[in-house]
């Protein structure tokens, strides 16, 4: 997969930000899929690990955003990301909302969210746009 043309980086909270943005392929073991359901949020493990944000398939072209969370993120708070990738000459775009919790004890990880660009059905594809924006919900299963 090519990856070129405007990139627009997400809109970082203080301790949960975007450190990279990257072209891959879905993982032989495909990653488990993070919530998109408001209230019932993905439990962040108290390790670095990898989500996938839609539909995904072992080998697909994927767009991966890495995320760092740091020490000063609030415990059991419910984070909204929307992702949002334009694809193509005439660009096919396809947004997804994903929702995940903060741990207990918050740490230094990092988190790698993996779009599957084959679900947009473009087999060789140049991305043009990727943006992610963050918000925290004012409480688990409260969010806009």
Known sequence: MAASGAS??????????QVQELTST??????????????T??????????????????GDPAVVFVVHETTGLTTHTELE???TIA??????????????????????????????TGTISITHATVTT???TNQVCSAVGTCP
């Open 81 to 83: 990301l929307t992702f």
């Open 87 to 116: 694809v193509g000459g005439s660009p096919a775009t396809s947004t997804v909302k994903g929702y995940v919790e903060s741990q207990a004890f918050v740490m230094a990880l990092t988190f790698g969210f993996f779009f599957d």
């Open 41 to 58: 949020p993905t439990m962040l493990p108290m390790a670095s690990t990898n989500y996938t944000i839609n539909a995904a398939t072992a």
């Open 8 to 17: 627009v980086n997400m809109t970082g909270l203080a301790h949960w930000y």
């Open 130 to 132: 990727v943006t992610m």
């Open 26 to 39: 879905i993982p032989a073991t495909v990653p488990a899929r993070v919530s998109t359901t408001v209230g």
